[in-house]
């Protein structure tokens, strides 16, 4: 996996990072959490293991600021720490950490988080790729929701991005069916001619 190792602490740093490149591991390092921010707008990276206490900018802002990212990849955090209790923890989950690893560190301990975090993300892959894959029927164009009900395309794209529709004839299909439609009604001479070839022509 690609991994952005994060430690102000050269010694830790690559200790880490020969711990993670001996696992079979892409490692990219920075010194501390803002130098680590500036290599996220630049690269890729599945997996976050940063210390907590940097200067800068520290491992649960880092992680804040990864969270509030809106349409990019989901990136595991794992938070390196000496402290502990509930608090620090249920702390570092508000900040939307998904794991935590005690210092000093162990190898194995560390290659069985990784191992975690590589089926998760594999997980939410597959998970995004069904997501994308919308069943619809070949003759109504209506889309099955995960309850299996079936709802126009209009209502369900509505209710998964909250965008709203307004309807109107392209040039293709005013080609196609309402021009043949209104010259079949011009050819009809009866009195209520003129509001059916209305309603064709306005699509109701």
Not at 95 to 118: N, W, Y
Not at 127 to 155: A, F, M, T
Not at 177 to 193: G, N
Request: proline share 3%; with cysteine.
């Amino acid at each position: 996996m690609k991994i952005l190792l994060v430690d102000d602490d050269p010694t830790s740093l690559e200790i880490l990072k020969a711990m993670l490149i001996t696992t079979g591991h892409q490692v990219t390092t920075a010194s501390d959490g803002l130098e680590a921010w500036t290599l996220l707008g630049a690269k890729h990276f599945q997996v976050i293991v940063s210390d907590w206490m940097m200067p800068k900018l520290d491992g649960l802002e880092l992680c804040r600021r990864v969270r509030a990212r809106h349409g990019k990849s989901y990136i595991y955090f794992i938070l390196l720490t000496a402290r502990t209790g509930r608090e620090n923890h249920h702390l570092a989950m508000d900040h939307g950490v998904d794991d935590f690893l005690a210092k000093p560190l162990r190898q194995d301990e560390l290659s069985i988080r990784l191992r975690v975090a590589e089926r998760i993300l594999t997980f939410m892959s597959e998970v995004g790729e069904l997501k994308r894959l919308l069943p619809i029927c070949s003759y109504c164009k209506r889309i099955r929701d995960d309850s299996d009900y079936w709802q126009q395309i209009e209502s369900y794209i509505h209710d998964q991005t909250g965008a709203d529709f307004t309807h109107g004839i392209c040039p293709e299909c005013l080609e196609k069916y309402v021009k043949p439609q209104i010259a079949a009604l011009q050819t009809d001479r009866s009195d209520d001619s003129s509001p059916r070839v209305e309603a064709v022509a306005t699509g109701l």
